[in-house]
């Protein structure tokens, strides 16, 4: 059964760093693209961050510069490092495919994310 989990999430001061890790089960991990996703109290989810099949990297403006995805292919995990960060990051991050999310019994499926709180 599709199962993503996330992890790495932390309470950090603004200016700090945060590596975010994401179990991929191996056969979605080498046929799909992904992403990072996170959502704000009161927000909708957004794209942080994503890479293609082709190695091209794609980030969110707000982002852009402090943010870094990877993946290894040997451990099925993709990653997001976040440097500098700043109270506006503030959210449960997600991993998922990219562009749409990976379904379960015909629903997009999300796993339970991981909660970064940046203070000021």
């Known amino acids: 059964q599709v199962r993503l989990m996330e992890s790495g999430g932390n309470l950090v001061q603004a200016g700090g760093s945060l590596r975010l890790s994401c179990a991929v089960p191996?056969?979605?991990?080498?046929?799909?693209?992904m992403g990072w996703y996170r959502q704000a109290p009161g927000a909708q989810r957004e794209l942080v961050a994503s890479f293609t099949g082709s190695g091209s990297t794609n980030y969110a403006v707000s982002v852009k510069g402090r943010f870094a995805i990877s993946r290894d292919n040997a451990k099925n995990t993709v990653y997001l490092q976040m440097n500098s960060l700043k109270p506006e990051d503030t959210a449960v991050y997600y991993c998922n495919r990219f562009p749409r999310p990976l379904l379960r019994d015909g629903y997009d499926y999300w796993g339970q994310g991981t909660q970064v709180t940046v203070s000021s």
């Open positions: 191996g056969i979605i991990f080498s046929f799909n693209d």
